[in-house]
C-alpha cells in the first residue's frame, strides 16, 4: 500500500514515520520517497492501521 504524506520534507520525517509503522509492524517492509512525498508500505496490518500510524507521528496522510 501507499500513501501520500505532503508534510514529508526530511530525513527526521521519514524516521519519525518509519519508527511509528515498525512500531505497529515489527515485520514492515517501508520505503519512504522524499521527491514524491510517499510512503510504500508492505504490512499485514490494514490501510487505515497505517495511516494512524503516519498521523501518530505528526504527519497527515492519504491512500495514494
Known amino acids: 500500500m501507499k500513501f501520500h504524506v505532503p508534510d514529508m520534507s ?3 520525517c ?3 514515520i518509519t519508527r511509528e509503522i515498525l512500531a505497529l509492524d515489527p515485520a514492515a ?3 519512504p520517497d522524499l521527491t514524491a ?3 510504500a508500505v508492505e504490512t499485514r496490518q490494514t490501510g487505515s492501521a497505517v495511516a494512524k ?3 501518530a507521528a505528526g504527519y ?3 491512500p495514494v
Open 14 to 16: 521519514t524516521a519519525a
Open 60 to 62: 497527515s496522510t492519504n
Open 53 to 55: 500510524a503516519i498521523e
Open 10 to 12: 526530511c530525513g527526521h
Open 29 to 31: 517492509q517501508v520505503t
Open 37 to 39: 512525498q510517499t510512503v
